[in-house]
């Protein structure tokens, strides 16, 4: 059984940082492109940011480049996301997703991912 675990949010000010992680059992992590995702309140999830399986290739939503990091650890089947430089638009529950490879879905769609984690809570004040 595959299973995400996220961890790493909490509260911090507007212009701090995090890094979130997202620890990952159940599947050959390394085989596998991962991606950050957030939803805010009354809002639908959207994509963050997204990493291929060795980590060479990432791609980020607009309103996070610059900003934000996402890397991996395949030794330690766990990807990353460093956020700097926090908003506090970024209010969000983050999730980690495994993408599926046989989907035809964008990158960015969250029906192209078939396990998430259970998502972590991160909250920025202004």
């Known amino acids: 059984q595959v299973q995400l675990v996220e961890s790493g949010g909490g509260l911090v000010q507007a212009g701090g940082s995090l890094r979130l992680s997202c620890a990952a059992s159940?599947?050959?992590?390394?085989?596998?492109?991962m991606s950050w995702f957030r939803q805010a309140p009354g809002k639908e999830r959207e994509f963050v940011a997204r990493?291929?399986?060795?980590?060479?290739?990432?791609y980020y939503a607009d309103s996070v480049k610059g900003r934000f990091s996402i890397s991996r650890d395949n030794a330690e089947n766990t990807v990353y996301l460093r956020m700097n430089s926090l908003k506090p638009e970024d209010t969000a529950v983050y999730y980690c997703?495994?993408?599926?490879?046989?989907?035809?879905?964008?990158?960015?769609?969250?029906?192209?991912?078939?396990?998430w984690g259970q998502g972590t809570q991160v909250t920025v004040s202004s």
């Open positions: 159940g599947r050959t992590f390394s085989s596998y492109a």
């Open positions: 990493i291929n399986w060795s980590g060479g290739s990432t």
């Open positions: 997703a495994s993408r599926n490879k046989l989907t035809t879905a964008p990158m960015t769609s969250a029906y192209g991912y078939d396990y």
